[in-house]
């Protein structure tokens, strides 16, 4: 079992930034694909971002790219989102993610609020 804990979130301006944080539990977290999701008050959860279990791949949700980065590093079994030029439809419960053998783990999720 994964255990994934995030961290980062809180209220931001419009045009500013924040680092979302997600450590993972496990010694073979390099080898898993990992994204991050987010849910709005009464939508469904949503990808915002993956990465490779390399790093070497990326992919964006058409809203987020150009604004946000995905990144990880296996040393430390955590992966980042940098979040830039937020604006107040990003606000949501961030949720990091494992894709751990087509099985997926969810964290507890980390609040990010952007106020207009």
């Known amino acids: 079992q994964v255990q994934l804990v995030e961290s980062g979130g809180g209220l931001v301006q419009a045009g500013g930034s924040l680092r979302l944080s997600c450590a993972a539990s496990?010694?073979?977290?390099?080898?898993?694909?990992m994204g991050w999701f987010r849910q709005a008050p009464g939508k469904e959860r949503e990808s915002v971002a993956t990465?490779?279990?390399?790093?070497?791949?990326?992919s964006y949700a058409d809203s987020v790219k150009g604004r946000f980065t995905i990144s990880r590093d296996n040393a430390k079994n955590t992966v980042y989102l940098q979040m830039n030029s937020l604006k107040p439809e990003d606000t949501a419960v961030y949720y990091c993610?494992?894709?751990?053998?087509?099985?997926?783990?969810w964290g507890q999720g980390t609040q990010v609020t952007v106020s207009s």
């Open positions: 993610n494992a894709n751990v053998h087509g099985i997926g783990y």
């Open positions: 496990k010694r073979t977290f390099s080898s898993y694909t």
């Open positions: 990465i490779s279990w390399s790093g070497g791949t990326t």
